[in-house]
């Protein structure tokens, strides 16, 4: 009875191995009929499992190789990203840009666009510059930025093979002081305001028209943005009302490494029991203030199962399945009460309210649209079928959503 982070899907798979060796692996994979990798277990839905066998990366060799000349990274594809920041920062770099928790595996993390926030960062998987894939035949191949299905092959969902390791640019080592400001008015300053700094998330439980707090992550060396009409904390704060900051990542100014501020939530900590479920919707920057007023109109069903929403900005990218695909985008995120049977009404009300803006959901979270719609929302998506069907013509890492989407 295995299951995933949040304890709401239980995977049906039939054995889950942990090869130690990459030659294990690919003989695994070469006989295994349906097979897919699990990562750290972070997503909200059933994207990970299948009916087949699993396969975890966990015991596999843990290599962190530093080009500085390239200023690139290799990693094993089912480290933690908190298993290697401090690693690069030691050696004078950094990644652009972090999820809110360092606990998730960059394979699971790259498979479904995960991404931090800031107007002028990519997603994480706008990282990757290489993979290494294990394909259907046990093969390993490398598929490199430039090269015809790179962009098909980053943001994968799991459904072309298994991600051994992955190449990412860096850029030079940096320092960010974090802020929160709170009371911020829903209206007319908000893209300004997440254009305010180099990361800006707005957090708010739809409890009234205002958002409680605006969390700045400047470059320590830009001067300070203060959003217009909020107040300072006067203290540290966790996102959820009334919850303890202790796992919280420093605030009130002080600089730190970015790897130390840009995740909300410190690596020690488990950010919460796992007592919650999420959704996540992508809409275009240009119609971001329509689609949180829209959000707005529902606030009375959203307020009492939310525990918190967060509005975050990612720019537009070439990869083919990425939700940020041409668009520069703003995400509405949703961190529910565990309790699916109140949650999932309003998680389909919330897909009505936003499909005039043709919102993308969060791969890895809860939604429920129909294979059709998402199909519509994809305009690559032929391409990724075909690039699927090449390096994986049985459908070994298929699944239903895969098959859904795939059709
Ligand atoms: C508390 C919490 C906070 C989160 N915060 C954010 C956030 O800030 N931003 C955001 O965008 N998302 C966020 N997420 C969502 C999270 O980033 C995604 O669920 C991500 O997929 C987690 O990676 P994982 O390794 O745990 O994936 P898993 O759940 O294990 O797997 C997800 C998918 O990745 C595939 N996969 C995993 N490893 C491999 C591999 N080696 N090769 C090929 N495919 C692979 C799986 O097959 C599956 O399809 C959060 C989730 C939680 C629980």
Same mark, same amino acid.
């Given at each position: 009875m295995e299951k995933n982070w949040a304890g709401n899907v239980t995977y049906r798979a039939t054995a889950i191995h942990h090869p130690a060796t990459l030659a294990d692996l690919r003989s695994l994979v070469a006989r295994t009929r349906r097979i897919r990798a699990l990562g750290t277990r972070h997503a909200f839905n059933e994207l990970a499992d299948t009916g087949g066998e699993l396969v975890s990366l966990a015991r596999m060799p843990k290599e962190v190789e530093v080009d500085s000349s390239a200023a690139q990274v290799r990693v094993s594809a089912?480290?933690?990203?908190a298993q290697f920041a401090e690693d690069l920062d030691l050696k004078g770099f950094a990644l652009p840009n972090l999820a809110s928790l360092p606990h998730i595996s960059v394979a699971g993390a790259t498979a479904t666009a995960t991404h931090g926030s800031g107007s002028g960062n990519g997603s994480l =998987?706008?990282?990757?510059a290489g993979l290494e894939i294990v394909t259907a035949d046990g093969e390993l191949r490398t598929i490199n930025r430039g090269e015809e299905d790179f962009d098909g092959a980053v943001v994968n969902l799991g459904a072309l093979g298994v991600v051994t390791g992955l190449t990412l640019d860096l850029v030079p080592a940096f320092e960010i002081r974090q802020y929160v400001h709170e009371g911020l008015p829903l209206g007319d300053d908000v893209l300004a305001v997440l254009d305010g700094a180099y990361s800006v998330s707005l957090f708010t439980d739809? +409890? +009234?028209?205002?958002?409680?707090q605006v969390w700045v992550k400047q470059r320590a060396t830009d001067p300070e943005f203060v959003p217009p009409g909020t107040t300072p904390a006067d203290g540290p704060r966790h996102p959820v009302p009334h919850m303890s900051p202790e796992n919280c990542t420093p605030q009130l100014?002080? !600089?730190?490494r970015s790897f130390e501020r840009l *995740?909300?939530?410190? *690596? #020690?900590?488990? !950010?919460? =029991?796992? #007592?919650e479920l999420q959704t996540e919707f992508m809409v275009s920057r240009q119609d971001a203030l329509a689609a949180l007023r829209a959000v707005h109109e529902i606030h009375d069903r959203v307020h009492p199962v939310v525990q918190i929403s967060e509005v975050r900005a990612i720019a537009a990218d070439e990869l083919w399945l990425s939700p940020f695909h041409r668009r520069d985008t703003v995400s509405i995120h949703f961190t529910w009460i565990a309790d699916a049977a109140r949650v999932l009404p309003v998680v389909s009300l919330l897909g009505e309210k936003l499909a005039p803006f043709d919102a993308r959901p969060h791969w890895a979270k809860i939604f429920d649209m129909t294979p059709e719609v998402l199909r519509s929302r994809y305009e690559r998506l032929q391409d990724f079928r075909d690039l699927a069907r090449r390096l994986d013509p049985e459908g070994k890492f298929r699944n239903e959503m895969v098959d859904g989407l795939l059709s």
């Amino acid at each position: 009875m295995e299951k995933n982070w949040a304890g709401n899907v239980t995977y049906r798979a039939t054995a889950i191995h942990h090869p130690a060796t990459l030659a294990d692996l690919r003989s695994l994979v070469a006989r295994t009929r349906r097979i897919r990798a699990l990562g750290t277990r972070h997503a909200f839905n059933e994207l990970a499992d299948t009916g087949g066998e699993l396969v975890s990366l966990a015991r596999m060799p843990k290599e962190v190789e530093v080009d500085s000349s390239a200023a690139q990274v290799r990693v094993s594809a089912g480290l933690r990203y908190a298993q290697f920041a401090e690693d690069l920062d030691l050696k004078g770099f950094a990644l652009p840009n972090l999820a809110s928790l360092p606990h998730i595996s960059v394979a699971g993390a790259t498979a479904t666009a995960t991404h931090g926030s800031g107007s002028g960062n990519g997603s994480l =998987a706008t990282s990757v510059a290489g993979l290494e894939i294990v394909t259907a035949d046990g093969e390993l191949r490398t598929i490199n930025r430039g090269e015809e299905d790179f962009d098909g092959a980053v943001v994968n969902l799991g459904a072309l093979g298994v991600v051994t390791g992955l190449t990412l640019d860096l850029v030079p080592a940096f320092e960010i002081r974090q802020y929160v400001h709170e009371g911020l008015p829903l209206g007319d300053d908000v893209l300004a305001v997440l254009d305010g700094a180099y990361s800006v998330s707005l957090f708010t439980d739809w +409890s +009234s028209d205002t958002i409680n707090q605006v969390w700045v992550k400047q470059r320590a060396t830009d001067p300070e943005f203060v959003p217009p009409g909020t107040t300072p904390a006067d203290g540290p704060r966790h996102p959820v009302p009334h919850m303890s900051p202790e796992n919280c990542t420093p605030q009130l100014g002080v !600089p730190g490494r970015s790897f130390e501020r840009l *995740p909300h939530f410190r *690596p #020690e900590f488990t !950010p919460s =029991a796992g #007592e919650e479920l999420q959704t996540e919707f992508m809409v275009s920057r240009q119609d971001a203030l329509a689609a949180l007023r829209a959000v707005h109109e529902i606030h009375d069903r959203v307020h009492p199962v939310v525990q918190i929403s967060e509005v975050r900005a990612i720019a537009a990218d070439e990869l083919w399945l990425s939700p940020f695909h041409r668009r520069d985008t703003v995400s509405i995120h949703f961190t529910w009460i565990a309790d699916a049977a109140r949650v999932l009404p309003v998680v389909s009300l919330l897909g009505e309210k936003l499909a005039p803006f043709d919102a993308r959901p969060h791969w890895a979270k809860i939604f429920d649209m129909t294979p059709e719609v998402l199909r519509s929302r994809y305009e690559r998506l032929q391409d990724f079928r075909d690039l699927a069907r090449r390096l994986d013509p049985e459908g070994k890492f298929r699944n239903e959503m895969v098959d859904g989407l795939l059709s």
